[in-house]
Nanobody, 115 residues
Framework: QVQLVESGGGLVQAGGSLRLSCAVS???????????MGWYRQAPEKQRDLVAT???????DYSDSVKGRFTIFRDNAKNTIYLQMNSLKPEDTAVYYC??????WGQGTQVTVSS
């Protein structure tokens, strides 16, 4: 019943910005009560790695590789979390996945950063 749907991926130039969205549906609970949500990414032939998380209380955390460049935030009224990606680098190229409690996952959205 719970579904996570990502959007906002695409092709951008190095140094550019992109905002990913993850809409949560299928639960009577709002995202402020669902526990930790986050973004992971997976490049070809690589494992799925943590990018950023946000707790129910709104506390963010980031992988060292994206600190200072990415921001995770949410719109509680829309049950949506976002990943604002600035100063993008080619090594950020991956499929980005939204997750709730690492129990539910979105379908993924492709981010490609050209050099």
């Amino acid at each position: 019943q719970v579904q996570l749907v990502e959007s906002g991926g695409g092709l951008v130039q190095a140094g550019g910005s992109l905002r990913l969205s993850c809409a949560v549906s299928g639960s009577i609970f709002g995202i402020t009560t669902m526990g930790t949500m986050g973004w992971y990414r997976q490049a070809p032939e690589k494992q799925r790695d943590l990018v950023a998380t946000i707790t129910s209380g709104g506390t963010p955390d980031y992988s060292d590789s994206v600190k200072g460049r990415f921001t995770i935030f949410r719109d509680n009224a829309k049950n949506t979390i976002y990943l604002q990606m600035n100063s993008l680098k080619p090594e950020d190229t991956a499929v980005y996945y939204c997750t709730l409690q690492r129990r539910y996952w979105g379908q993924g959205t492709q981010v490609t950063v050209s050099s």
